[in-house]
């Protein structure tokens, strides 16, 4: 069974910073991607970026990339040069390519305060 | 710009009662899917459908009924709410193809007294 574990509730960061959000699963599966949403405060879930498992490249977009450490299954988010409007809840999710359902199963987030 | 409109923004239940949770999406996207959000966690699947008249068990269905009586439209039946059920439900939408990402509604905020 798939499982996501994001470890630090909360997070903090001064305006300009950079913030990096960790995140580990559990998939018995060769072929998945992690993505990552962002909420906002007004519950809207917004998408960041994604990493396939089958990528030994780490994806980029635009401030957002992904530290990704697939032996260890472990990925990490990083935020460059962030802003207040950065803050919010960050999760990290897992879809699996087997069942090819789209099915998303999600981290229990990291709330993210960027201070200016 | 794809859309998932979720239907009421807001509900208060009785324990007992029958509630409909309403989702709408003009994606054209086959995939539609119910999450639960309860407080300082993430989203968990109840339940979702490949398409009009599909409906498919997520990972915690208990007490949830689905209907997918068209592409578009999508609802989630609570038949007797239970305050355990109190929850923020989101619905979303995708081609079904685990390589992209989903869309999501703004959520429905249920409080079942």
């Known amino acids: 069974a798939q499982r996501v574990t994001q470890v630090q509730p909360t997070g903090s960061s001064q305006w300009g910073e950079e913030v990096t959000l960790d995140c580990s699963y559990e998939t018995s599966e060769y072929f998945y991607r992690i993505f990552w949403y962002r909420q906002l405060f007004s519950g809207e879930m917004v998408f960041l970026i994604y990493?396939?498992?089958?990528?030994?490249q780490n994806q980029r977009s635009g401030r957002y990339s992904v530290v990704f450490q697939k032996s260890f299954k472990s990925i990490s988010l990083v935020i460059s040069a962030s802003q207040p409007e950065d803050s919010g809840t960050y999760f990290c999710a897992l879809s699996e390519l087997i069942t090819n359902t789209g099915k998303l199963t999600f981290g229990d987030g990291t709330v993210l305060t960027v201070k200016p | 710009e794809a859309a998932v409109t979720q239907s009421p923004r807001n509900k208060v239940a009785v324990t007992g009662g029958k509630v409909t949770l309403s989702c709408n999406q003009t994606?054209?996207?086959?995939?539609m899917y119910w999450y639960r959000q309860d407080t300082g966690h993430g989203l968990r699947l109840i339940h979702y459908s490949y398409g009009a008249g599909s409906t498919e068990k997520g990972d915690i269905p208990d007490g949830y009924k689905a209907s997918r009586p068209s592409q578009e439209n999508f609802s989630l039946i609570l038949e007797l709410a239970t305050p355990s059920q109190t929850s923020v439900y989101f619905c979303?939408?995708?081609?079904?193809?685990?390589?992209?990402?989903?869309?999501f509604g703004s959520g429905t905020r249920l409080t079942v007294l």
């Open positions: 979303a939408s995708g081609t079904g193809k685990s390589a992209e990402t989903l869309y």
């Open positions: 994606n054209n996207h086959n995939n």
């Open positions: 990493q396939p498992s089958f990528d030994t």
